[in-house]
């Protein structure tokens, strides 16, 4: 999305704020629009769908939902009701072989992973109306309570064969059983001649390492439902960076990670969290990464991460898949750490927090 006036639509912002700004209308300042909210559904009672309607016609859609109950083990979705065969499928659970389907009468969103619990989804979705719609959905659930127990993950794309209509309306169907209520989905959009003032994303911290430091620390922010977390760091040393949420060093972490398309392996009651899998950031890491943090309930993750490796272009990148979980049920995250394993984190590293309910 590079030259579009707001990428990422956090709100108005000072230039000297943020180091991702050089243009300080590009993120929206000066009234330039960026992800506003264009529906949200909250379950007050259990239903088995989940129907957000009357989406205003943008080109770009981005999807938060939290579904809540047991049973919770194969959702799907469908586009402005279409219940004909117009979808097609590929999928893949906890890093197995991609599964596909054809012909279907529906696509999946959150596709079939026995045992899990609560789960959180983000979602992309494009809406040019005379082509087919795309769609893709990175999925953690939260499986059995308590760090003892790795969440799960899902990676989803489809398509919605459709080339004669946007769509404005999503429906995520609860194929095994009811959503609990508290149950939600929230719809975005971005369009490139968007000027509203009303961005859903506001930045809650910022950290930018002038010299060596020995972490980066968001400081205490606002506590908000949904948090978006971006961080690029190179270290002193090769190391892992640990992740604290609220400074908690208990044993209260679980992840289930896979690098460069790897078999998954899981982290268990840990006192920290890798939320960057990559070793070895003396050469950069950049993450970014989504959550669910509501006070009462398990706080579940999605990131995704990019190590520079060995300089130059005739050395790949390492990239890294991550879902996680901090275990706790009666606060919400309001404080963020990076902390190398040793040495220090170099000048210029940086950590960006934005957040909504």
């Not at 990428?7 to 009234?31: A, D, M, V």
């Not at 599964?99 to 992309?124: A, C, I, M, R």
């Not at 890491?285 to 060995?310: C, D, P, Q, W």
Request: hydrophobic content about 30%.
């Amino acid at each position: 999305m590079q030259g579009l006036n707001n990428p990422i639509g956090i709100k108005s912002l000072e230039p000297s704020q943020s180091p991702f700004i050089t243009n300080p209308y590009r993120f929206g300042g000066g009234g330039v629009g960026g992800w506003v909210e264009l529906g949200r559904t909250t379950l007050g009672s259990g239903n088995s769908t989940i129907n957000v309607s009357g989406l205003a016609d943008k080109r770009y859609y981005m999807i938060l939902s939290y579904t809540l109950g047991n049973g919770n083990n194969n959702v799907r979705c469908r586009l402005n009701a279409d219940i004909a065969a117009n979808y097609a499928n590929r999928w893949t659970n906890n890093g197995a072989a991609d599964s596909s389907e054809v012909n279907k009468n529906w696509q999946h969103y959150d596709p079939n992973v026995v045992g899990k619990l609560n789960g959180f989804t983000v979602g992309y979705l494009s809406n040019l109306p005379t082509k087919e719609k795309l769609d893709m959905f990175n999925s953690a659930g939260q499986m059995a309570a308590g760090a003892g127990n790795a969440p799960s993950r899902s990676e989803t794309v489809n398509k919605w064969a459709n080339t004669s209509a946007a769509f404005d309306e999503i429906d995520v169907i609860n194929e095994g059983g009811t959503f609990d209520t508290g149950s939600e989905v929230v719809v975005l959009g971005w369009d490139p001649e968007d000027t509203h003032t009303t961005n859903f994303w506001e930045e809650l911290a910022s950290d930018t390492s002038s010299g060596s430091v020995a972490s980066l620390e968001s400081g205490t922010f606002t506590a908000k439902k949904y948090l978006w977390i971006q961080c690029y760091v190179t270290t002193s040393a090769s190391t892992f960076c640990e992740t604290l949420f609220n400074n908690d060093t208990g044993s209260n972490y679980a992840n289930r990670a896979s690098q460069n398309g790897g078999t998954d392996f899981t982290r268990t009651s840990q006192s920290d969290l890798n939320m960057f899998e990559s070793y070895g950031n003396t050469t950069g890491a950049y993450i970014n990464a989504f959550m669910i943090n509501n006070a009462s309930n398990e706080k579940l993750g999605i990131s995704h991460s990019v190590r520079e490796g060995t300089s130059g272009a005739g050395n790949a990148p390492v990239r890294d898949e991550n879902v996680f979980k901090w275990a706790n049920t009666s606060d919400q995250i309001t404080d963020i750490s990076f902390t190398p394993q040793s040495g220090t984190i170099n000048s210029g590293s940086y950590l960006k927090v934005w957040g909504s309910d």
